[in-house]
């Protein structure tokens, strides 16, 4: 994360706003301003990470910890992105990540290492306040972090130390930079859902999710998907997690019935109590697109 970098990412913040929801404004803009106020330097010059003294970067190194042992605020940051599928789990099992003294040092707010596959973000964001700050930062960081995997997938370990990457360092900022904004943008905004309906029939249903994004209504009543539909949802979503119920009309006689299996999760509707399933739904592209369940009729699946 450089310096200059930074400074276009208000711009870029302010572009999405007018291109979404005149509520985002406000939010985004305390977003923008939240993140602002750590990333950019109020009067001093900061250096890049590699004009840091080595010593302290491979003493920061040393006490990063792997996925499932990051610290409480990295990890909270690092579930969120899991939650809203921009990353896997499994991406994160690669990375380890702790924190670095790195603005004393008159450094960038945050750094990965190309060659050890390490993040070090600022000791400041180690604070609840911080969190959607931190998200946003841990976000471009791990954007990087797949730069670099592409790279070293073609021009093997050596790419880290090559000439090549230190000329790549420019639009890898620029995309990182770019990406973060679209991750700011999904946290403020949560992202839409979508049900499609494979099924010859309509569906009648309800879907929950766990954490609703905007104003978080949660609308206890039916809708319903015509036959061979995708139906958009009114609702956008923080996380991947739903509660969900769907009965198809019937077809030869018989109908389909997608509910949970336990009485964990029940909701009364329309006076009458529905047991709902757990559904982790899927979504195709990191920062864009839809939240999608996904109903087939056919004998076999489990829809
Ligand atoms: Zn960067």
Redesign the pocket.
């Known amino acids: 994360?450089?310096f200059k970098?930074r400074m276009t990412r208000a711009a870029g913040a302010l572009t999405i706003v007018s291109m979404t929801r005149r509520w985002l404004v406000s939010a985004l803009g305390l977003l923008t301003a939240l993140h602002m106020s750590l990333s950019r330097p109020a009067t001093a010059q900061y250096f890049a990470a590699d004009l840091l003294p080595q010593e302290l970067l491979d003493a920061c190194d040393a006490h990063a910890r792997p996925f499932g042992d990051y610290d409480k605020h990295i990890a909270n940051a690092a579930d969120a992105l899991i939650d809203l599928g921009v990353f896997s789990e499994s991406e994160f099992g690669n990375v380890d990540i702790g924190y670095c003294g790195l603005r004393a040092a008159r450094g960038p707010a945050a750094t990965i290492s190309c060659a050890r596959d390490i993040i070090l973000l600022d000791r400041g964001y180690g604070s609840k306040e911080r969190g959607l700050a931190l998200t946003i930062t841990l976000a471009?960081?791990m954007k990087?972090y797949l730069q670099h995997q592409e790279k070293k997938a073609a021009f093997g370990e050596a790419y880290c130390q090559s000439e090549g990457y230190a000329a790549d360092k420019i639009w890898m900022?620029r995309d990182?930079d770019a990406f973060g904004d679209e991750v700011a943008a999904l946290m403020v905004s949560g992202r839409p859902v979508e049900l499609v309906n494979e099924c010859p029939v309509a569906v009648t249903y309800y879907l929950e999710a766990d954490r609703p994004a905007g104003a978080g209504e949660r609308r206890q009543r039916f809708e319903k998907a015509p036959p061979k539909t995708t139906v958009a949802s009114a609702q956008r979503a923080l996380s991947r997690e739903f509660k969900f119920y769907g009965a198809s009309a019937p077809m030869e006689g018989a109908q389909r019935v997608w509910q949970g299996k336990t009485m964990a999760h029940r909701r009364f509707i329309d006076g009458e109590s529905y047991g709902l399933a757990r559904k982790t739904l899927a979504n195709a592209e990191r920062t864009q697109g839809p939240f999608q369940l996904r109903l087939s009729c056919a004998p076999e699946s489990d829809g």
């Open positions: 994360m450089g970098a471009h960081e990087h900022e990182a």
